[in-house]
T-cell receptor, first 115, second 117 residues
Framework: AQSVTQLGSHVSVSEGALVLLRCNYS??????LFWYVQYPNQGLQLLLK??????LVKGINGFEAEFKKSETSFHLTKPSAHMSDAAEYFC?????????????FGTGTRLTVIP | GAVVSQHPSRVICKSGTSVKIECRSL??????MFWYRQFPKQSLMLMAT?????????EQGVEKDKFLINHASLTLSTLTVTSAHPEDSSFYIC?????????????FGPGTRLTVL
């Protein structure tokens, strides 16, 4: 079974500061991991994904995440926050390599960027 | 990139009526489509998975007779909320997977906000 835990339902950072959103996963098989961003009243946009290739994954808008199997983590980072980064971020896991592709989402982290 | 659309984006209906939401893959063939619902400030919860030409698979706790899903073509899936009640008010999001690309990526629609009065 797969599950995702996002620590911190709400994170606030100053503009220009480091963004760190935490995600830990549980999976009985090698996982595929995803980060999505959701702006108000919109669907989800894929930021980046890990599918068993390089452990450091670079995504759009300057975000990146590192897959750490030993820590079962896939934290999302960005060196310098912009006001436009304010949104809800969801980490998700799916089974990798088996063809099953149901996504299991974390509860989300709302990022606030302070001017 | 792959684009998924939903229609309508927002709908308000009276209690007891039925509402149909459409999900379309615009530039790829979606062998599998997923329907999620999202309550305010909560995560997405998978309601059902539909494969083109076959019956949808519903998640535990989701009433299949209330949430009718039809995936009649490779580019269209519909979700009908029958006899809607205020507790069905939610944000409904669909996603679609390109059957020709084995990458486990789902492409999400922009969502439909349903308000039942």
């Amino acid at each position: 079974a797969q599950s995702v835990t996002q620590l911190g339902s709400h994170v606030s950072v100053s503009e220009g500061a480091l963004v760190l959103l935490r995600c830990n996963y549980s999976s009985s098989v090698p996982p595929y991991l995803f980060w999505y961003v959701q702006y108000p009243n919109q669907g989800l946009q894929l930021l980046l994904k890990y599918t068993s290739a390089a452990t450091l994954v670079k995504g759009i808008n300057g975000f990146e995440a590192e897959f750490k199997k030993s820590e079962t983590s896939f934290h999302l980072t960005k060196p310098s926050a912009h006001m436009s980064d304010a949104a809800e971020y969801f980490c998700a896991v799916s089974e990798g390599g088996t063809g099953a592709n149901n996504l299991f989402f974390g509860t989300g982290t709302r990022l606030t960027v302070i001017p | 990139g792959a684009v998924v659309s939903q229609h309508p984006s927002r709908v308000i209906c009276k209690s007891g009526t039925s509402v149909k939401i459409e999900c379309r893959s615009l530039d790829f063939q979606a062998t599998t489509m997923f329907w999620y619902r999202q309550f305010p400030k909560q995560s997405l919860m998978l309601m059902a998975t539909s494969n083109e030409g076959s019956k949808a698979t519903y998640e535990q706790g989701v009433e299949k007779d209330k949430f009718l899903i039809n995936h009649a073509s490779l580019t269209l899936s519909t979700l009908t909320v029958t006899s809607a009640h205020p507790e069905d008010s939610s944000f409904y999001i669909c996603s679609a997977r390109d059957g020709g690309v084995i990458n486990n990526e789902q492409f999400f629609g922009p969502g439909t906000r349903l308000t039942v009065l």
